[in-house]
């Protein structure tokens, strides 16, 4: 077995696989060479953000649009089972902007042409921060929230009966989400448009993509409110050097630093 036959073997940062780590990565801690990774993530949708917005200054943006009713997922019982669940165990905030992840995702998958299963974009979109649910058993001082609620929206599903190939594609697509940005080559479109809606949505990144009356209609379908205390995003919460502590001080940095890029912004 050659090195590179290791490096292969090892699990995709962010991954369900990566969650199990033990020792002194596990519960989702980030080395410093996975910090580096997801630092570069997060430099590449602020570059992406950088040329949306001067094609749109220039006129050369030709942002997507689309009725919100069709874009609606499949009436499947995969997707009533993830719904009723998030209903049940999300606070408000959360709910609400679960909801507009998944049409964030849509809208850019629309963008790129993208062929998307809906219904696996939206379990995953609906469930993706099941790990910062009202009940969740533990919290997110001693764990990855997003491996958490990954491994909580898997089981869950399974406990329904449903299919054990697309629970864990649902599964990893939640876990990566914190990433930053999400390979649709290495991990597939509904991993990647989860994770571009939920930046999408909390930072504003490629909200240039959408038309102005359809976020407009997202956003008045399902409102804002605080999402700032709704995802708890506040400093030293969360486990240290885990994906969500490692971006909630990145940003506080990046703010201290003039950067553009901030927690604050809306894809108004």
């Known amino acids: 077995m050659t090195m590179f036959d290791e490096i292969e073997k ?3 940062l962010g991954s369900l696989a990566w969650g199990t780590r033990t020792g002194a990565y596990s519960h989702g801690r980030l080395t410093t060479y996975e ?5 570069g993530n997060m430099g590449k949708m602020a570059g992406l953000q950088g040329l949306d917005v001067l094609a749109s200054k ?13 874009l609606l997922p499949p009436t499947t019982g995969l997707v009533t089972d993830s719904l009723v669940f998030a209903d049940e165990v999300l606070g408000e905030e959360i709910f609400q902007h679960s909801w507009r992840t998944y ?3 849509m809208l850019l998958g629309g963008y790129r042409g993208l062929e998307i299963d809906r219904e696996i974009l939206f379990s995953a979109a609906i469930l993706h921060d099941l790990g910062m649910a009202k009940d969740r058993p533990v919290h997110p001082c001693t764990c990855c929230f997003a491996v958490h609620g990954a491994e909580r929206g898997k089981a869950h599903l399974i406990s329904k009966g449903h299919d054990p190939a697309k629970t864990r594609k649902i ?3 939640i876990a990566l989400h914190l990433n930053g940005y999400v390979s649709d080559r290495v991990h597939g479109v509904e991993a990647h448009l989860l ?4 930046m999408c949505d909390v930072f504003g990144l490629g909200s240039k993509r959408v038309a102005r009356d359809t976020r ?4 008045a ?6 999402l700032l205390n709704g995802l708890e995003i506040w400093p030293g919460h969360h486990l240290k050097n885990t994906r969500g502590d490692f971006l909630i001080r990145l940003n506080r940095n990046e703010k201290h630093a003039a950067q553009p890029l901030s927690l604050q912004q809306s894809p108004r």
Not at 58 to 70: H, S
Not at 195 to 198: L, P
């Open 35 to 39: 910090k580096l990774g997801v630092l």
């Open 58 to 70: 220039l006129g050369l943006m030709k942002a997507y649009g689309a009725d919100l009713e069709g």
């Open 10 to 12: 090892k699990p995709a």
């Open 195 to 198: 994770s571009r809606g939920a």
């Open 221 to 226: 379908h399902h409102p804002k409110g605080d």
């Open 216 to 219: 407009r209609a997202i956003l």
């Open 103 to 105: 049409y964030w995702g």
């Open 171 to 173: 599964g990893d697509a």
